[in-house]
């Protein structure tokens, strides 16, 4: 008699959609028409994006139109390559291989305002098109399309040598790029896209070949407006790591099985993440900061004034089942983060167990033995000769359950063992970690993995050792009844973090109120539940999907699809105390 083989796969969509109020149209053809109404038009876009193609199948099809045409490259009123270099220098950290610190820098500050007078003809006939990054600053009249480009999709050209810095010559060294994307690139281009967005007049999105997608910038505003007071859930991408496990290929099975490991799953995080828009078939995916930009009050509500656009709560997995332990790491303090890096707010964070083998573990807090001056000379001489560590000398570990909550506020030691799947809920800074100790292993390129243990021991709290930790670290849940079959969990967080955690357990259905806030949740035990905002729009979500529910909508209701009862994790900023 064969065994009955059970089907562990989940009904995770990889590819959530919104439904744009409005048209959105497909190729360069229908572009071209749009485009030819004016006779200038400025085609502006974030960095990354494949302007070689644009022009050429742009001509293609103002040849086929009959419209002449002529392209004017931006990025020939560039400065010098020097000079930019230098002017950037200030913000890439000297020979720190990793961090900077935030620009301050416009994107003015690149180009030769004299040669971009100078660009376009004063009596040009015909169409001139000037395209390029940054090309909005030449006029605040002419019409803007503007071409978006999800940041999983620039590093992936990026990783392919297809994309450099703004501005610099080429380089091999993907880290070094990376660090300039983070601190001057995105900083100076998003601050660009805020501005000039709200008189965009077409949205494009270039990410698929010959496969371009657009939509005027009135419809997408409105449909970014509509967003904002009922739901969202924004695209999730996915990346392999050193230490990454098999849950979410094993469960997700519209993943790509060929990939070794899923490390990450970013599920909610506005520097990286999409939302993407759907017109029947037709999809345009634009980054969610345009949501920030252009309804962040509605979306956060009391908490916009502390916080502005950054979207301030991360929702990112760890998995590492079949797997290995993340590097012994911490984050660093509130005005550490400020004073060397310009961050507004540090990487506060926590670690729900979503699933986990017996027997998993977590790594939280010091020994009540802690000696310093030793742990430093043990990581240090680690790290030189390429020596194991007994580190549970040194760091508590602790077996984790299903459902337990454990609090890494700024300074804390920790890391996730292996056989978890971990939902990271912390603030949105996350490139922050100082590693200690590794396990002697290398990255996935096989080059050794960067350490940051001098950072670290500018930022450890000594104190979390002992009992501290089992007392202050480890969430004590606090049950109370809504009705028979309704359960509210209070999560405490620590006092360091500001936000807050809590999880609805109900067989029926429950009701719920914003009360101001945006509230970011997870269905982290059954299979589906069905949301229904104020406004009346619905949408099923499904086990361990992402979603949010702005400010604005003031409330909503949870019911559950499933035959077994749903647990529900809410997250959301707590009330600032006057």
């Known amino acids: 008699m064969e065994t009955e083989v059970k089907d562990n796969s989940v009904n995770y969509t990889i590819l959530p959609t919104h439904k744009a109020k409005g048209h959105i149209y497909r190729g360069y053809d229908s572009l071209a028409t749009a485009l030819s109404a004016e006779s200038l038009y400025i085609l502006d876009g974030y960095i ?5 193609e644009i022009v050429e199948e742009l001509g293609a099809a103002f040849r086929r139109s009959a419209i002449n045409v002529r392209f004017i490259a931006f990025e020939t009123a560039l400065k010098e390559t020097t000079q930019i270099e230098a002017m950037v220098q200030p913000f890439l950290g000297a020979d720190d291989p990793l961090f900077g610190y935030r620009t301050d820098l416009s994107i003015t500050d690149f180009y030769d ?9 004063a009596h040009a006939e015909g169409l001139t098109i000037l395209y390029g990054t940054g090309a909005a600053c030449y006029d605040t ?13 620039l590093s992936q050209r990026m990783r392919q040598g297809k994309v450099d810095n703004l501005g610099a010559d080429f380089q091999d060294d993907k880290k070094q790029i990376y ?7 995105w900083v100076v281009l998003n601050k660009h896209k805020k501005n000039i967005l709200p008189r965009t007049t077409i949205m494009a999105d270039q990410q698929l070949t010959e496969r371009i997608t657009w939509m005027y910038g009135k419809d997408l505003r409105d449909t970014l407006k509509d967003m904002s007071t009922s739901f969202f859930r924004v695209r999730p991408w996915f990346e392999p790591g050193v230490w990454g496990g098999q849950w979410m290929k094993k469960h997700m099975k519209q993943l790509d099985q060929n990939v070794e490991n899923y490390a990450w799953s970013f599920e909610m995080i506005v520097p990286e993440n999409g939302l993407v828009l759907a017109d029947g078939d037709h999809l345009l995916e634009v980054s969610f900061d345009q949501l920030m930009y252009t309804a962040g009050e509605q979306v956060l509500g009391k ?4 916080f502005g656009d950054e979207f301030p709560i991360r929702f990112d997995f760890l998995d590492t089942f079949d797997g290995g332990n993340l590097s012994i790491q911490c984050h660093p303090g509130t005005q550490y983060a400020k004073d060397q890096f310009g961050e507004n707010f540090t990487q506060d964070e926590t670690y729900y167990i979503v699933d986990c083998e017996e027997n998993a573990e977590v790594y939280l807090g010091f020994q009540q033995d802690i000696q310093p001056d030793n742990f430093r000379k043990v990581l240090e001489e680690s790290f030189e000769n390429g020596t194991t560590i007994e580190i549970e000398k ?18 804390t030691v920790h890391a996730s063992g292996k056989n978890n799947l971990v939902l990271e809920i912390s603030a949105t800074p996350y490139i922050f970690t100082f590693k200690m100790y590794d396990w002697v292993r290398p990255d996935l390129d096989g080059k050794p993995r960067p350490l940051n243990i001098a950072r670290a021991f500018e930022n450890l709290d000594f104190s979390r050792k002992g009992t501290v930790v089992q007392d202050t670290l480890i969430s ?9 079959n309704t359960n509210y969990i209070d999560l405490p967080t620590h006092e360091q973090h500001f936000y807050t955690i809590c999880r609805y357990d109900f067989t029926d259905q429950v009701a719920v109120e914003t009360k101001g806030q945006c509230h970011i949740l997870m269905l982290v035990e059954g299979s589906a539940i069905e949301l229904t905002t104020a406004d009346g729009k619905q949408e099923v979500f499904h086990f361990v999907e992402t979603f949010a529910v702005p400010a604005a909508a003031g409330s909503y209701e949870l019911r559950n699809l499933g035959e077994t009862q749903a647990k529900v994790i809410v997250s959301f900023v707590k009330d600032e105390v006057c």
Do not use: C, S
Request: hydrophobic fraction near 40%; proline fraction near 8%; glycine fraction near 4%.
């Open 179 to 185: 660090k300039r994307f983070y601190f001057v690139d």
């Open 303 to 306: 908490a916009y004034n502390r």
């Open 48 to 52: 990354g994006v494949d302007w070689q």
């Open 141 to 153: 009249k002419a019409p803007i399309a503007y071409f978006d480009l999800p940041k999983n999709v």
């Open 476 to 484: 004590k849940p606090k049950e109370t009844a809504l009705d028979v």
């Open 113 to 121: 305002l004299e040669k971009v007078k100078m660009l376009v003809p």
């Open 394 to 411: 040194y760091v508590q570990k602790f077996t984790v359950q299903k459902h337990d909550l454990y609090l890494i506020p700024n300074g």
